[in-house]
């Protein structure tokens, strides 16, 4: 691999040096700079649709080690802007390993840079909070404007750019219900759709997509999928949401979840650097348990704004870093959605039983 030197500068001023890793692009490479604090998973967390508009930073200092496969992407592509990390491995030893991480980078236009002080970068982002950047081989300066030019992900329509532009199916896995559920694709990850085609068939329909069109599929239920960016920009969908509430089971994930509390009448709100990671403890207020989740968003459902909710909307699952909502259930109405990730990848699989849940109400 051929290192370059190069730069990340943040909006604030702040200036990394390091090396240039990935794909060469015109001009310095821009976005929103957050931090993801899994220990693995890297290949997963790079095809993750939900992180449109944003760098990752890696906060474990070394990665790359086991290589990459075509059985980890989570997507058809890579639609995050860039990947910052402290130590790149020169080499890949796995056995399913099929190429090194520079190769998928490359793949896919990723720029990223290598050498940074990721410890002293997460701090940053943890006391100012998610804040936009720009790295490459220009000069400081030309990197600055380029940082403060970058609106972020705020009041953007991010959905727009990974969701699917057709239908398509999934189909069963074998031995999986004859039964089809229907799932908005608002940025979706291959692995829920692996836990979902153990329960039906699957159709993945747009963003866009009316909640009559849904209807007339004649669904058992409708999963609403995870995707990126702020939640009031796609309220078309929280509109559909809403028809389909009542109507036919839903379950949503992530952005579905967000989108479902929109669609009830909630408000939602950005977290300062948001939550990144496969390690966040979520209590479950239904039966008392703690599961350690998999993690992945910048917006969340206002918890303060249930007060003014129908009584059968309630509060399900709580972060306890830092109580923000994670989850909620219309009683009596088979819906229901959670704000982290039991698909889990990566991450662990303590809350995989929701799919089995979802499952019951079909």
């Known amino acids: 691999m051929q290192l370059r030197e190069g730069a990340l500068v943040l909006a604030d001023g702040s200036v990394f040096e390091g090396e240039l890793i990935g794909a060469e692009v015109a001009g310095p490479a821009t976005g929103e700079v957050v931090f993801n604090t899994a220990l693995s998973g890297y290949q997963e967390i790079v095809t993750d649709p939900s992180y449109a508009g944003q760098i990752i930073t890696f906060t474990y200092p070394h990665i790359g080690n086991y290589g990459v496969n075509p059985t980890d992407d989570e997507s058809r592509g890579a639609f995050c802007r860039g990947v910052i990390v402290r130590d790149l491995a020169r080499r890949e030893s796995n056995h399913r390993s099929t190429g090194h991480l520079s190769t998928l980078l490359d793949a896919h236009g990723i720029p990223g840079i290598a050498g940074i002080d990721t410890r002293r970068l997460t701090r940053k982002i943890r006391d100012v909070g998610a804040i936009p950047g720009a790295f490459g081989g220009e000069d400081e300066a030309t990197l600055l404007t380029a940082a403060q030019a970058e609106p972020g992900t705020d009041g953007i329509d991010l959905v727009a750019d990974v969701t699917t532009a057709e239908p398509y199916v999934f189909e069963a896995a074998p031995g999986a219900p004859g039964r089809l559920i229907v799932a908005y694709d608002f940025g979706i990850k291959t692995t829920i759709l692996r836990q979902l085609a153990l329960l039906g068939r699957v159709e993945v329909v747009p963003a866009g997509t009316s909640a009559d069109d849904v209807l007339a599929r004649d669904p058992a239920g409708v999963f609403l999928s995870n995707g990126p960016g ?58 008392g348990t703690i599961e350690i989740t998999s993690q992945n968003h910048n ?42 990730h039991p698909e889990a990848g990566p991450g662990p699989h303590d809350s995989r039983y929701l799919f089995a849940q979802f499952a019951g109400m079909l």
């Open 299 to 340: 917006f969340a459902v206002d918890a303060d704004s249930f007060a003014g909710l129908d009584s059968s909307v309630r509060m399900t699952h709580v972060n306890l870093n830092d109580n923000v909502c994670e989850g909620l259930e219309v009683v009596g109405e088979r819906c229901f959605s959670v704000q982290h």
């Open 230 to 287: 702020d939640p009031a920009e796609v309220q078309y969908a929280a509109d559909q949401i809403g028809r389909l509430i009542g109507n036919v089971p839903v379950f949503g994930i992530c952005l579905g979840h967000q989108l479902v509390g929109r669609a009830l009448g909630a408000g939602t709100v950005k977290l300062p650097f948001g939550h990144h990671g496969a390690n966040h403890p979520v209590k479950n207020l239904v039966n």
